[in-house]
DNA sequence: TTAGGGTTAG
């Protein structure tokens, strides 16, 4: 279109040649950009590609080109790669060009990186300034990759090109921090917006909702609504994610009648987050009548369902459910794998782990960390340490902490002293600073009663300043979290302590007459056993079942949440109570849930 | 041509 670009020098008077010629300019650029917006598919876009070549004046035109890489970058169809081609034809881009092949790549996770050196060669070319525009897809492109160092940079552009002022500059700011777990300068950037909108809201409850900063997600939450916003579905799958994760049933239940109430759209992200916060709340029934009802399911929807089955214990509903998701064409990814697989860990399903395992290869799905941990862990709970451990060994990438601490775990349940021993040397080698590993060596020599062995662990874990992590359970009494430490201690003691003592002190003797005898080798402390019974009675769920049983009667479930991973006493004891108290019990650890009803839990003793 | 959202081993 060069030809017909009149002189900027030639004045542009209405009725004048060159105001008519203008004007068709214009015409043929609104017929070009239509026709272009018009194509169905990636085919026909190179079709009249094709076509327009032939008219050499259009055919080398910035504008016309950049709306072809406008269109590859925007269309789901689109090709990043034919973009590219056409871009390098371009001898002087315009911003609109790099915006559009930036934001092309931006949106695209393995095309973030290329995104940001196009930034960064938008700038050393000195052909075209950014706008508001290029600074929004440039941050967008840092967030996927989780790349600070070069949105920090990006962010000092900002201010060189006066563009802070731009909402969609700031939010791109606030979510790169946010994704990059830097909550404090989100927070900051989020304090300084003088026009905060729905989006930045959403933006920040989702960042602190990512990070497990669940309480400041759900006050900010409520400041939002104070404020006189009115969440939408994007907002509202921020903070159901945050009770998910805080395992807050009851507050999930009433922002879900929330959704209700003001007929908030309830589109495939939202259902799936409702399914994954009533799984991960307990109440695996309403998410799987949710789930039957979507109308269309995805990826996700599927994977979620399979995720929240398998935690329960509900395995062979997993199993089948993947079945169907087979059958209904849906492509199982990833993620679908890592559930099917810890599903199989849970019950000791060891062929249909393998079996799985196969599949994800010919599916040509890449195994990552999270999958060999799975097998690990699938081969270890079966007792199968030895193979576990060449599989560990024949790893293509080298294995990470929680794979070396999955096997020390099984060294652990089957009393392999001397392997267990090597294994922890390695694992300490690359983790030197974590508690937990020396409490599942220390509880390795304890229950082979290598007492000096543990005195010497918990020597070394005080010369070197590491400290276990307190073991914490909260318990949902009437809408508010209870939470409880292990020992009855760190920090301030709960109000009603006396009266849960009194409650323990009741199962206590409940128990040990139904014939329970503690498994005290779970107490890694070099003491009397006198002493060890007391440490396990209060381990921080008993506490919080404890005060369960107080504030609530029958039929009425108790729920706890646990930081940690149930020990095999607590188990044991919980199993009794739920039979000699005629309580339903819902314990989340760490890992996955038991419910306890009639002396039987879900899990079926195997966790 | 712009911004915010769902599933992930122990």
Same mark, same amino acid.
């Given at each position: ?207 602190? /909702?990512?990070? *497990?900063? &669940?309480? !400041? ?6 400041? =939002?609504? %104070?404020? +006189? $916003?009115? #969440? ?112 199989? /860990?849970?019950? *000791?399903? &060891?062929? !249909? ?6 599949? =994800?290869? %010919?599916? +040509? $799905?890449? #195994? ?129 302590? %006396? ?109």
């Amino acid at each position: 279109m060069a030809r017909l670009v009149p002189s900027e020098k030639k004045v542009n008077v209405a009725g004048s040649p060159h105001h008519h010629l203008r004007q068709r300019q214009q015409q043929i650029e609104e017929h070009i950009a239509r026709l272009i917006q018009s194509c169905p598919n990636m085919s026909s876009l190179r079709q009249v590609h094709a076509h327009l070549l032939k008219l050499p004046s259009i055919s080398s035109s910035v504008y016309f080109l950049s709306k072809i890489i406008g269109y590859c970058a925007s269309s789901p169809s689109g090709d990043m790669a034919y973009a590219r081609r056409i871009f390098s034809q371009i001898p002087h881009p315009n911003v609109f060009s790099w915006n559009s092949m930036i934001r092309g790549c931006s949106k695209l996770q393995n095309l973030s990186r290329e995104s940001i050196s196009l930034y960064k060669r938008m700038l050393q070319s000195g052909s075209a300034s950014p706008n508001s525009f290029t600074i929004a897809f440039a941050l967008k492109a840092c967030s996927l990759v989780s790349g600070l160092w070069e949105g920090s940079q990006i962010h000092a552009h900002v201010y060189r090109f006066g563009l802070d002022s731009s909402p969609f500059v700031q939010t791109g700011l606030l979510n790169l921090y946010a994704k990059c777990e830097r909550i404090d300068s989100a927070r900051s950037i989020f304090d300084e917006s003088p026009g905060k909108n729905l989006v930045s809201w959403s933006a920040m409850i989702g960042g602190y /909702a990512r990070v *497990g900063m &669940v309480n !400041e997600a759900l006050d900010l939450f409520r400041e =939002m609504q %104070e404020n +006189g $916003i009115d #969440p939408d579905e994007v907002t509202m799958v921020s903070v159901i994610s945050a009770c998910a994760r805080a395992g807050a049933l009851s507050l999930g239940r009433w922002l879900h009648a929330l959704i209700d109430r003001n007929g908030i759209e309830q589109d495939m992200e939202l259902t799936t987050a409702l399914i994954d916060m009533y799984a991960k709340c307990g109440s695996i029934g309403i998410a799987r009548k949710l789930f039957d009802e979507m109308p269309q399911r995805d990826t996700k929807a599927w994977s979620s369902m399979i995720v929240g089955l398998a935690i329960h214990g509900l395995v062979e509903d997993a199993l089948q459910l993947f079945s169907q998701m087979r059958e209904s064409k849906v492509k199982p990814n990833e993620v679908t794998f890592v559930g099917l697989l810890s599903a199989c /860990a849970h019950r *000791g399903l &060891v062929s !249909e782990g393998r079996r799985f395992w196969s599949t =994800m290869r %010919e599916l +040509g $799905i890449e #195994p990552y960390m999270e999958h060999y941990g799975c097998m690990v862990d699938l081969l270890c709970r079966a007792g199968l340490i030895e193979e576990a451990h060449s599989f560990v060994n024949a790893m293509p990438v080298p294995p990470n902490p929680v794979i070396w601490r999955t096997l020390l775990v099984g060294c652990k349940n089957r009393r392999m002293l001397a392997k267990g021993e090597a294994i922890a040397r390695q694992l300490l080698e690359l983790e030197p600073r974590n508690a937990e590993n020396y409490v599942v060596l220390s509880n390795l020599y304890a229950m082979s009663s290598q007492w000096e062995k543990v005195a010497g662990l918990r020597k070394t874990m005080r010369d070197g300043g590491v400290r276990a992590a307190a073991g914490l359970s909260c318990v949902e009494i009437a809408g508010r979290l209870h939470q409880f430490a292990a020992g009855g201690g760190g920090g301030e003691a709960h109000p009603e302590m %006396e009266g849960i003592r009194a409650v323990l002190k009741e199962v206590a003797e409940r128990v040990r007459l139904a014939g329970h005898r503690p498994a005290t080798a779970a107490v890694l402390h070099d003491v009397g056993e006198e002493e060890k019974e007391m440490a396990l009675c209060e381990h921080s769920e008993r506490l919080a079942i404890a005060y369960g049983m107080m504030k609530t009667a029958p039929p009425v479930a108790i729920r706890v949440v646990k930081n940690l991973r149930v020990c095999v006493d607590c188990h044991e004891v919980t199993k009794i109570i739920s039979r000699e108290f005629d309580r339903e019990i819902v314990v989340r650890d760490r890992v996955r849930f038991h419910r306890f009803v009639g002396g039987v839990c879900s899990c079926g003793d195997f966790w």
